[in-house]
């Protein structure tokens, strides 16, 4: 079975300053990766994901994520933090060998100081 | 403007209630699912679809039903509410498997006292 392990609770950090935000996964097949933003009181919005190709994929509001392999992870990043981006960010996963359910995380809030 | 649509968006029940939450897209999307959100736990899937008259459980599914008709609709129905499903329900839809990215509605918050 697939899953998702988002290890930080919450992430803080100053504006300006690059932000990582921490994601590992668990599939049998390849994975198929992505990220969803959530602000307060609202559903989920897409932000980026990785199917194949390029370890490095870029989304919506600067941010882009490196996928990698070997260390099972995929890491939200974004080199200059906004006070806009404070928000609830959740990893998610499905197994592209076939599987029709896509996993999330449980959520790390990303609290960005001015 | 397209989208998912749920309804209602705050919703209380007494425990042992039953209920159906409603979940309808205009995107023609082949795939729907009913996630929960609890804090500290995320997002846990209930049920979802594939296709119209294409159902299949997923990480949660006691104590509540589905069904798909029709493309458009995917409602969720509470057989008998417990205080344990007090969350905040969230329907999502998308073409492709979720590929693409997942489109979510505004969710519905349900408290069962």
């Known amino acids: 079975a697939q899953s998702v392990a988002q290890p930080e609770d919450q992430v803080n950090v100053a504006e300006g300053n690059p932000l990582t935000v921490k994601c590992t996964y668990s599939?049998?097949?390849?994975?198929?990766l992505f990220w969803y933003v959530q602000y307060p009181n609202r559903g989920l919005q897409f932000l980026l994901k990785?199917?194949?190709?390029?370890?490095l994929v870029k989304g919506s509001y600067g941010f882009e994520a490196e996928f990698n392999k070997s260390q099972t992870s995929f890491h939200l990043k974004k080199p200059s933090a906004l006070v806009s981006d404070s928000a609830l960010y959740f990893c998610?996963?499905?197994?592209?060998?076939?599987?029709?359910?896509?996993?999330f995380g449980a959520g790390t809030r990303l609290f960005v100081k001015a | 403007n397209a989208g998912v649509t749920q309804t209602p968006k705050f919703q209380v029940l007494k425990t042992g209630q039953s209920m159906t939450l409603q979940c309808a897209q205009d995107?023609?999307?082949?795939?729907m699912s009913w996630y929960r959100q609890d804090p500290g736990m995320g997002l846990r899937l209930i049920h979802y679809?594939?296709?119209?008259?294409?159902?299949d459980q997923g990480e949660v599914p006691n104590g509540y039903n589905v069904s798909r008709s029709t493309t458009e609709d995917f409602p969720l129905r509470l057989l008998s509410a417990a205080p344990s499903q007090t969350s905040v329900y969230f329907c999502?839809?998308?073409?492709?498997?979720?590929?693409?990215?997942?489109?979510f509605g505004s969710g519905t918050r349900l408290t069962v006292v």
């Open positions: 599939v049998s097949g390849n994975p198929y």
């Open positions: 995107m023609n999307h082949e795939y």
């Open positions: 998610a996963v499905r197994d592209g060998a076939g599987g029709f359910k896509t996993i």
């Open positions: 990785y199917i194949t190709g390029d370890n």
């Open positions: 679809s594939v296709g119209a008259g294409i159902t």
């Open positions: 999502a839809s998308s073409s492709d498997r979720g590929n693409y990215g997942y489109t």
